[in-house]
């Protein structure tokens, strides 16, 4: 009888598997604090208050563009909310990506070494927010993983900007 049995240590991955994120595109990305925890600051009168920590946040999230100029990244809306930051931005054609549209599926994802993508971009700000936030609160830490949507089209970029412009309004505290 053969035994079947599932790898508890490997998580299938949410990315779609079909796409190569390092290829022009704009991404909707959200992150979280670890166990959701408010370490951003808070809302008040339907926006956000930043924190020391929500403020590294916000400068490491600007300066994620100054420091990429290879890449060819555009910041689109995001918002610093008391739990996570919810961000657009468009990676656009760079001497690292060749394919650059959705109709263009063929390549698949690799695993392995990742670098000028999505994922690069998104390590390379948590850990300069981790680093610089644990001088303040040795008990910052990320959520290990985060969101990503590819956006497709006119009307989901529209949708995603207006409700990360809306989200401090719609914020319940948990």
Not at 87 to 98: A, L, Q, T
Not at 145 to 167: P, S, T, V
């Amino acid at each position: 009888m053969k035994r079947l049995y599932k790898n508890k240590y490997r998580v299938d991955t949410f990315r779609w598997k079909n796409w190569n994120y390092a290829w022009c595109a704009d991404y909707f990305v959200t992150v979280l604090t670890h166990d959701k925890q408010c370490f951003f600051g808070e809302i008040s009168e339907n926006k956000a208050q930043l924190s020391k920590i929500g403020e590294i946040v916000k400068t490491e999230w600007e300066k994620t563009f100054e420091m990429r100029p290879d890449m060819n990244l555009t910041m689109g809306e995001y918002v610093i909310m008391p739990n996570h930051i919810h961000v657009i931005i468009r990676i656009g054609k760079n001497e690292f990506n060749s394919k650059n549209s959705l109709n263009d599926v063929n390549v698949k994802n690799q695993f392995g070494p990742q670098s000028k993508n999505l994922g690069s971009i998104m390590r390379g700000f948590k850990s300069s927010v981790t680093m610089k936030s644990r001088i303040l609160n040795p008990d910052f830490k990320w959520k290990t993983r985060f969101h990503d949507h590819i956006i497709r089209n006119n009307w989901a970029f529209y949708n995603i900007e207006k409700y990360i412009r809306e989200n401090p309004e719609k914020w319940v505290d948990e």
